[in-house]
């Protein structure tokens, strides 16, 4: 392994990555030439979103329909996420759920779900340091809360 990539995929980061391993710079296709499936912008894009489409939308390379149907399937889902981390906290198993906290992160990072990210973030490494499920309460609240939020939001965007 000469090098890596940390997910979620910054395409502009990957292609850097690419040029620095490949040995013909010609054999990558230009900005120019090099086409999303879809360059749309998005519906809606407000400094009160929850949902950071610009970031979703580049992850995806512009395609909007692929997004809007990523967006759906999140809130089908992971709304319940949080009912399921404390179901496996109840039942004694950290490792479910900081699994649960992990994919959580990194698809609202994908997906451009930056707060819901930082909170799941924080509540993995929580789990993972072996907090106890009666000081995480709060976090689980809070976890649940901005899962519907974010999952109200997503209705307003499809």
């Known amino acids: 392994m000469n090098d890596f990539v ?3 995929v910054v395409p502009e980061h990957l292609l850097a990555v690419l040029v620095r391993w490949l040995p013909q710079k010609d054999a990558i296709p230009s900005e120019e030439t090099a086409t999303p499936e879809t360059t749309l912008t998005p519906t809606q894009d407000t400094g009160s979103s929850l949902i950071n489409q610009t970031t979703g939308l580049k992850f995806l390379n512009g ?4 997004y809007r149907r990523l967006l759906s399937r999140f809130a089908e889902t992971n709304l319940s996420d949080a009912d399921k981390i ?3 906290l109840a039942a004694g198993d950290y490792v479910t759920a900081e699994r649960i906290a992990h994919s959580l992160k990194g698809i ?3 997906l451009g779900i930056e707060t819901l990210q930082v ?3 924080t509540l993995e490494k929580k789990l993972h340091e072996g907090v106890p ?3 995480l309460i709060t ?11 974010v999952c109200v939001e997503i209705q307003t965007i499809e």
């Open 108 to 110: 609202s990072a994908t």
């Open 119 to 121: 909170l799941a973030q």
């Open 63 to 66: 395609n909007v329909a692929s």
């Open 6 to 8: 940390a997910k979620p």
């Open 139 to 149: 976090d689980l609240a809070s976890l649940s809360e901005l899962l519907v939020a």
């Open 133 to 135: 499920a009666t000081e």
């Open 86 to 88: 404390q179901t496996a």
